[in-house]
């Protein structure tokens, strides 16, 4: 079964820090841009971030640019989302994404249009 699986969510006092792991069973994400979504209540779901293939290339929410960095480790087949100094605003339930990619240089985009699988969110709120 082909599955991508978030980890890493809870809680955290603002100007706190966490780390959010997207590991994915059935295939290899070496083919794959990954992408990291969330979605608060009440709000569309909107990109927070986006890895290449290579890892090489990574785009950044304003939103978040600055306070989170996404990296992947291809032989662990995971990606995570290091978040730091972080606000009320982040609290929401976390995506990862996967969008099968050609080339290896290219982000997933922000958009959530074209990615092939996604994973069932984890849960992170900011507050004290």
């Known amino acids: 079964q082909l599955q991508l699986v978030e980890s890493g969510g809870g809680l955290v006092q603002p100007g706190g820090s966490l780390t959010l792991s997207c590991a994915a069973s059935?295939?290899?994400?070496?083919?794959?841009?990954i992408g990291w979504f969330r979605q608060a209540p009440g709000k569309e779901r909107e990109g927070v971030s986006c890895?290449?293939?290579?890892?090489?290339?990574?785009n950044y929410a304003d939103s978040v640019k600055g306070r989170f960095t996404i990296s992947r480790d291809n032989a662990k087949n995971t990606v995570y989302l290091q978040m730091s100094r972080l606000k009320s605003e982040d609290t929401a339930i976390y995506y990862c994404?996967?969008?099968?990619?050609?080339?290896?240089?290219?982000?997933?985009?922000?958009?959530?249009?074209?990615?092939?699988?996604w994973g069932q969110g984890t849960q992170v709120t900011v507050s004290s």
């Open positions: 890895i290449s293939r290579s890892g090489g290339t990574t």
């Open positions: 994404a996967a969008k099968r990619q050609v080339f290896s240089s290219l982000c997933g985009g922000l958009g959530d249009a074209g990615y092939d699988y």
């Open positions: 059935g295939f290899t994400l070496d083919y794959y841009a």
